[in-house]
């Protein structure tokens, strides 16, 4: 019985003026930090990497690139970890998309998810041109709402919407610990100082190049989780930072429950950045394959006709079976 043929990806890099004059595989190792300069070489002599527009093969490790040049790598599929490939539509007009995310899927290709992605399974649902843009995003675990505007139209005003701070977001979440109070976390964040995970972000001076970033916490009930008490939270971001309300909560002690990067120590994440651990282990020790963040609700103006609407998603299964609302 023959092998399956092999399944290909190709991954569209734009040379970006601050690379301009790299050479291709200084260019590569740049832009696909995991891959180590033998990789790279490996990558160009197969001829795998080609230009966008004419298709020319470029086999020269020492060539340079060029701004605004297109190129592709064609690479090996990766076998992607299993995730929920759908999601419930809560809202559908003209102007306006409105969705529940599940947890586990994540927006956007990544090095482990090239087909398992929302982009994916809006273009099977509705059609490759199915025009729709999404106005923000949400973090891989993190289920809840999340909106779409037209891609020649009302996708820009979204956009404008959440830029301008005229979108009221409203998450919930179970967090370690017994909050007793509402707080407001008044911290600025950047890539965390000092940590050796790249993604990893933590507080950071403005002075030093930190962004703003306010959170508001009101805790709601209190309740258990493997023997230890955890505090169900409302949590108010007042900006949009990466990873905001994560790094938020745990810098005040109470990180976000089953969170495998900001709820452990740095030591348990580099295992499986660098040391081939899985991550559905880390979820394993947490006792949770997702982390216990929510969003619950988000208010905007309709792209279309400027009024105030708000769309909300439940509360979901696997959290109201640790702590109900």
């Avoid at 086999?59 to 790598?73: H, K, M, T, Y």
């Amino acid at each position: 019985m023959s092998e399956p043929p092999e399944e290909f990806i190709e991954i569209p890099l734009v040379v970006d003026t601050a690379r301009d004059g790299f050479r291709l595989d200084r260019f590569l190792s740049s832009r696909i930090a995991r891959l180590s300069r033998t990789r790279v070489q490996t990558i160009v002599d197969n001829g795998q990497v080609r230009r966008a527009d004419t298709g020319e093969v470029l086999r020269r490790a020492s060539q340079r690139v060029r701004a605004g040049e297109s190129l592709v790598i064609r690479r090996p599929a990766p076998q992607e970890p299993e995730v929920v490939l759908d999601y419930r539509e809560i809202f559908r007009d003209h102007d306006l998309l409105v969705i529940d995310k599940p947890a586990g899927l994540p927006v956007h290709p990544s090095a482990s998810y090239h087909r398992h992605t929302l982009t994916q399974v809006l273009r099977d649902r509705l059609g490759a041109g199915h025009g729709w843009d999404m106005a923000h995003r949400l973090d891989r675990e993190t289920s809840g709402v999340m909106v779409f505007g037209r891609r020649e139209g009302s996708a820009t005003a979204l956009k404008k919407a959440f830029l301008g701070r005229a979108v009221a977001k409203t998450y919930l979440a179970l967090v370690h610990g017994c909050l007793e109070e509402h707080v407001r976390i008044d911290m600025s964040l950047g890539f965390a100082i000092g940590s050796k995970i790249r993604i990893k972000i933590g507080p950071v001076p403005v002075a030093e190049g930190g962004l703003p970033a306010a959170t508001t916490v009101r805790p709601l009930r209190r309740g258990e989780f493997r023997g230890k008490p955890i505090t169900l939270v409302e949590a108010l971001p007042e900006t949009g930072r990466q990873h905001q309300i994560r790094v938020h909560l745990a810098e005040i002690g109470h990180a976000v429950v089953g969170d495998k990067l900001y709820g452990l120590p740095e030591e348990e994440f580099l295992k499986v950045v660098e040391g081939g651990r899985k991550l559905h282990e880390l979820g394993a020790d947490l006792g949770l394959h997702r982390h216990a963040l929510h969003a619950a609700a988000l208010t905007l103006p309709h792209p279309g006709t400027g009024e105030r609407v708000q769309f909300t998603a439940p509360w979901p299964g696997e959290l109201a079976a640790i702590l109900r609302p």
